[in-house]
């Protein structure tokens, strides 16, 4: 008796100890703030919730968006057993011992369990798949909450035995909402203090902790705690207890991979401003500049190409630069690279190499022209090189002849676009192909004349060409 006194005084004074952003979890879906496209009314989850019929789900989301608040809510409003893991802490033995619990209770009491995993995405592939077969049969209903794509970290086998709801980052409007709920809730908040705080200081917070809720109550709380009851939480205070904007951003995770993605397209998309705003949301977070170098590296080619050949020269500079100059001064250099290729014309004639590429997988190889040969090593015994136009030694260094198999003549895979620099080159090939195709009809009647009445002379008229 005495021990359950002790565990229970001591659960009552950890309970008032605990930080107000735990104090202060909803308890039931009336009060849980956000997510209205999952738990609006009519909704499926909140349906299930309210139905208690709840089936296996994976919930994901950004940190501070209320995963693991909606678990406990789950859990106060079902008749089902709840337990709870942290996937950190927890190893096969503790699923195992889990599992053996909850076919025990569905056995002799026809109770169902309902398993609350944090942060799945750390359980490793084996440990998912002690899971699995009792997910399937029904003796446990998975609850999973991770902050990262589940379509990446959890097994397929998972994934489609349970329904994924994505949390998003709570609004200003929902987290002002958490913040003035904090203020007035006189059990769990400071509503038996006398607390007042300016607009601009309550501002500043919501504004700073983007979107996660724990984050802008742990400031609300260090404002409050060390300001003097009955003086007003001014917004200096406030600047000091969240001094820097939290950035969602895991370098092998999904904000990772999703900020370069709004980049490049950013980039591709001719828009200076957003590429610069995604150029500083990473360099913000601590991602590693060369990365972004790199990228850019690769859309010089990719998606300018030949339309501004100068891009690739430009990238190539801020990379050397980058490398002699380092942060912080180097962010001018990738800025100045940025914001030419945001207004560079742009084309993705590069593409043309995955065209050749895939002709060469799925045709037959065709053989390569007897002039196009080496003649350096065989040409006295077997005509390699013979009949080879040498382009500089006619008008304009050019002169047209065959250059491609037999079987390919007419065949294009480069076709320019009419933007920037390409425009220039569209002008200039297509003058050279015209000329292509009518020494390949000469070449015809030759070959013809030949069968009919004995060799020709042979004789082909160095074409002239644009001077470009």
Same mark, same amino acid.
Not at 182 to 197: H, S
Not at 272 to 296: C, K, Q, T, V
Not at 405 to 412: A, E, L, N, S
């Given at each position: 008796?005495?021990?359950?006194?002790?565990?229970?005084?001591?659960?009552?004074?950890?309970?008032?100890?605990?930080?107000?952003?735990?104090?202060?979890?909803?308890?039931?879906?009336?009060?849980?703030?956000?997510?209205?496209?999952?738990?609006?009314?009519?909704?499926?989850?909140?349906?299930?919730?309210?139905?208690?019929?709840?089936?296996?789900?994976?919930?994901?989301?950004?940190?501070?968006?209320?995963?693991?608040?909606?678990?406990?809510?789950?859990?106060?409003?079902?008749?089902?057993?709840?337990?709870?893991?942290?996937?950190?802490?927890?190893?096969?033995?503790?699923?195992?011992?889990?599992?053996?619990?909850?076919?025990?209770?569905?056995?002799?009491?026809?109770?169902?369990?309902?398993?609350?995993?944090?942060?799945?995405?750390?359980?490793?592939?084996?440990?998912?798949?002690?899971?699995?077969?009792?997910?399937?049969?029904?003796?446990?209903?998975?609850?999973?909450?991770?902050?990262?794509?589940?379509?990446?970290?959890?097994?397929?086998?998972?994934?489609?035995?349970?329904?994924?709801? $994505?949390?998003?980052? %709570?609004?200003? /409007?929902?987290?002002?909402?958490?913040? *003035? !709920?904090? @203020?007035? &809730?006189? +059990?769990?908040?400071?509503?038996?203090?006398?607390?007042?705080?300016?607009?601009?200081?309550?501002?500043?917070?919501?504004?700073?902790?983007?979107?996660?809720?724990?984050?802008?109550?742990?400031?609300?709380?260090?404002?409050?705690?060390?300001?003097?009851?009955? $003086?007003?939480?001014? %917004?200096?205070? /406030?600047?000091?207890?969240?001094?820097? *904007? !939290?950035? @969602?951003? &895991?370098? +092998?995770?999904?904000?990772?991979?999703?900020?370069?993605?709004?980049?490049?397209?950013?980039?591709?998309?001719?828009?200076?401003?957003?590429?610069?705003?995604?150029?500083?949301?990473?360099?913000?977070?601590?991602?590693?500049?060369?990365?972004?170098?790199?990228?850019?590296?690769?859309?010089?080619?990719?998606?300018?190409?030949?339309?501004?050949? *100068? !891009?690739?020269?430009?990238?190539?500079?801020?990379?050397?630069?980058?490398?002699?100059?380092?942060?912080?001064?180097?962010?001018?250099?990738?800025?100045?690279?940025?914001?030419?290729?945001?207004?560079?014309?742009?084309?993705?004639?590069?593409?043309?190499?995955?065209?050749?590429?895939?002709?060469?997988?799925?045709?037959?190889?065709?053989?390569?022209?007897?002039?196009?040969?080496?003649?350096?090593?065989?040409?006295?015994?077997?005509?390699?090189?013979?009949?080879?136009?040498?382009?500089?030694?006619?008008?304009?260094?050019?002169?047209?002849?065959?250059?491609?198999?037999?079987?390919?003549?007419?065949?294009?895979?480069?076709?320019?676009?009419?933007?920037?620099?390409?425009?220039?080159?569209?002008?200039?090939?297509?003058?050279?192909?015209?000329?292509?195709?009518?020494?390949?009809?000469?070449?015809?009647?030759?070959?013809?004349?030949?069968?009919?009445?004995?060799?020709?002379?042979?004789?082909?008229?160095?074409?002239?060409?644009?001077?470009?």
């Amino acid at each position: 008796m005495s021990d359950d006194l002790f565990d229970g005084s001591a659960g009552v004074f950890r309970s008032s100890r605990a930080p107000l952003a735990d104090r202060m979890r909803p308890r039931t879906i009336d009060e849980y703030i956000g997510q209205q496209h999952i738990l609006g009314p009519g909704r499926l989850l909140r349906r299930s919730i309210e139905a208690d019929r709840i089936t296996s789900m994976i919930l994901y989301g950004p940190p501070g968006t209320g995963k693991t608040t909606l678990a406990r809510i789950v859990a106060g409003s079902t008749r089902s057993h709840f337990v709870t893991l942290n996937a950190v802490l927890a190893g096969v033995k503790d699923i195992r011992a889990a599992i053996t619990e909850a076919e025990d209770r569905l056995k002799h009491h026809q109770q169902r369990t309902i398993l609350f995993i944090d942060e799945v995405h750390r359980f490793n592939k084996a440990q998912q798949d002690a899971l699995l077969p009792h997910v399937e049969n029904g003796t446990v209903t998975l609850i999973g909450a991770t902050t990262e794509n589940p379509y990446f970290e959890v097994i397929k086998a998972l994934v489609s035995r349970s329904r994924i709801f $994505e949390l998003q980052s %709570l609004t200003e /409007a929902d987290l002002a909402d958490v913040a *003035r !709920a904090a @203020l007035i &809730d006189a +059990e769990r908040g400071y509503g038996r203090r006398d607390v007042a705080i300016d607009d601009d200081a309550l501002e500043h917070l919501v504004s700073t902790c983007n979107g996660d809720a724990r984050s802008l109550l742990n400031a609300l709380e260090l404002a409050v705690e060390t300001t003097p009851e009955g $003086e007003r939480v001014t %917004l200096e205070v /406030a600047a000091e207890s969240i001094q820097k *904007r !939290a950035v @969602l951003y &895991d370098k +092998e995770g999904d904000a990772h991979y999703d900020t370069i993605s709004a980049f490049i397209k950013s980039l591709r998309g001719s828009d200076p401003d957003a590429s610069m705003y995604w150029m500083g949301r990473m360099l913000y977070a601590g991602e590693e500049p060369r990365f972004i170098i790199r990228r850019m590296l690769i859309f010089a080619a990719e998606d300018i190409g030949l339309a501004d050949p *100068r !891009a690739l020269q430009v990238a190539v500079a801020c990379a050397q630069a980058f490398e002699y100059v380092g942060l912080p001064e180097g962010r001018f250099h990738l800025a100045e690279c940025c914001l030419y290729l945001a207004t560079a014309p742009k084309s993705n004639s590069t593409y043309t190499f995955f065209d050749a590429l895939k002709y060469v997988e799925d045709e037959q190889t065709g053989n390569i022209p007897n002039h196009l040969k080496d003649g350096s090593r065989d040409a006295k015994g077997l005509g390699h090189g013979d009949g080879y136009l040498y382009p500089h030694a006619y008008r304009n260094h050019y002169v047209g002849q065959q250059y491609l198999p037999d079987d390919m003549q007419g065949t294009y895979f480069y076709k320019p676009s009419d933007v920037g620099y390409e425009r220039t080159i569209s002008e200039r090939l297509a003058y050279w192909r015209s000329r292509d195709e009518e020494t390949d009809i000469k070449k015809r009647v030759d070959r013809y004349i030949e069968r009919e009445n004995g060799p020709s002379d042979g004789s082909v008229d160095a074409p002239e060409s644009p001077n470009q």
